[in-house]
């Protein structure tokens, strides 16, 4: 008797799940149509030809603009929830490893050396910058695997990455390259191409796909690292697992569309209510509300109504601070 | 050789040994209650028969094997330990909980029935079926160890290591605890129980081990271990040793023992 009441029990979150995620695949959907059809010029049924002219605008920039918002907003949601979980913090954010000031500051770099005019530079640059600032991460703190020396060695790097980026902004040759840099900082999709997607796709898989490797890990440290040990988890094997999949995915995404904070920090957040806590039961929920959440963002932004397009970065911190705000409160009065 | 045997283990912190050469033979099917002051090596000396913490000199072997060479998954199946500690980061519903007692068990597709029923019947065992919807923070103190000792318990190990099971739980579900952990070892698996209370490790241990900075001061059958002075070698103090009408027998702290 209670051994099917029990079993009955289980059963709910893992449908809870499925649900979930059946309805965010079917919103995602739709926000992607919206999306292809939705901007300054507006693409009704008549203009989805090969013959109308309007079909360069949807094959060479609303096509890949969509593919690319999804894709990155997946790849920040699914890197936050994993961090979350790996450092059993709530507030945590791929922004917090310094990975994604370490590939900004990389992109400037080359900005600043006006390496910008060629399509590769600036990926690969921004990729070194976010693979340099892994690996001082895993020197400086990866062979402990503990959680407090990461987190401060990421709070550090990150804080090193942007006084160098703020250093490369007050010495840049001409005020056109400080402005160059300042735009880009600020993160957009604008006028992305294949080029990026055919960039950014790679890497997000295999980063996605580490971080999935991490899900049973992150399950068992819920109950802290002692007991997640004596479960069988190598604590060091996770630390390179996260510190991996979280780079490649957030320097992707950096090197393709500039700085664009809070996805990774607000959509874990978002799905908890929905599905329970459990890490490995956000993990895929969080990259499917990731990639809705910046893929609606993104086309708000197209949409509105202001004289030069609203920046994405600009909009996701506007959404993003005022949320970690109410956030901290609420956790501040749980505590007290 | 069988059981969990503990040979010539040595463990330093920052050059001072917190277990200095402790020999122990521990088996199954019964209650090893590992008794000594703050500071004795008790939750270290535990950590290294789990597996965690590799022994500076000597070694822990489980029916002959090295433990620092099992295959972390053999040895997670094999010998459950619940930490003194009692973390739980996410607000997870108490059948999620123990449930994560399966992960070292659970193949690629997830859920079985075989790890259902042992959940199931982990959760009665520790008496928390009850309240299995509610969430870690719905929980009292009491209700929240319950809960992450069925978390063990749900693993089904061979060996059971408890690191002070009994904090924050009142007097029945202390007494229901210790019941637990009799049963427990009457189905075969191995228990090895950090306690405070000597009554209560009078009343559930069918071995004693009493260790005092690093070092075992005695060890055996309860009856010859828990005598006044040992416990007074111990814990430096006198105490007074009954036994209740019912047979129960308890130990009181007298006075501080002055040389």
Redesign the interface.
Known sequence: MSQTLVAGVSSVPKSREVRLNAALVAALIVAAVFSLIAGKVWLPAEAWSMADPRWLIIAELRIPRTVLAMLIGAALGLSGAAMQGYLRNPLADPGLFGISSGAALGAVISLYFGFAASLLLLPAFALAGAAITMLALALLAGRSGSLVLFALAGIILASIAGSLTTLAISLAPTPFVASQIVTWLLGALTDRSWDDVRLAFPLVLAGALLLAGTARSLDALTLGEQAARSMGVDLRRLQWLVVLGVGLCVGASVATSGIIGFVGLMVPHMVRPLVGSRPSAILLPSALGGALLLLVADTLVRIAPTVSELRLGIAMSLLGGPFFLVMLIRMRRSVV | MKGLRAQGVQICFHGRAVVDDVSVQFRRGRVTALLGPNGAGKSTLL?SL???RRPDRGAVFIDGADVAYLH??E???R?????Q?G???????V???V???R??H?GRWG?QSRD??A??NA??AADV?QF??R?AKQLSGGERSRA?LA?VLA?EPEWLLVDEPLASLDLAHQLDVLALLRSVAAKGAGVVVVLHDLSHAARVADDVVLLKAGKVVAQGGRESVLKAEHLRATFEVDVHIGRAAEGESFVIPLRRWQP
């Not at chain 2, 973390?87 to 519903?93: G, K, L, S």
């Open positions: 950590a789990a597996g965690l972390p998954r040895r997670a199946q010998i459950g330990l619940l930490p500690l973390e739980v980061h996410w607000d997870v519903d059948r999620t909980l449930s994560l007692g992960l070292p659970r859920e259902t029923s959940v199931a959760m009665a079926s299995a919807s969430t992450l978390r693993g």
